[in-house]
């Protein structure tokens, strides 16, 4: 299964996913950074202007998708 890296982009600062997880699919991987959204925004301010970004990356660093947090809809 395809490793997949989930950094995170804030202005000029990345923070790097050191691990990776494995998924069968890139659409697989993208579903699962749009939960870690969800979970990772303020409960107190859940519509707050994010500017984080989700890189999707291949384990050589290319970046497959970017999902920006402001982008993200809970629907529930």
């Not at 600062?13 to 691990?19: A, C, G, T, V």
């Not at 969800?38 to 500017?51: A, I, K, Q, T, Y």
């Amino acid at each position: 299964m395809p490793k997949y890296y989930f950094h995170i982009r804030k202005n000029d600062k990345l923070n790097e996913d050191e691990d990776g997880l494995e998924f069968g699919t890139l659409d697989q991987a993208y579903e699962q950074a749009l939960r870690a959204i969800l979970e990772m925004r303020s409960p107190d301010f859940p519509n707050v202007e994010d500017d984080r970004v989700f890189e999707i990356t291949t384990p050589d660093g290319l970046v497959l998708k970017e999902i920006a947090f402001s982008e993200v809809i809970d629907v529930e």
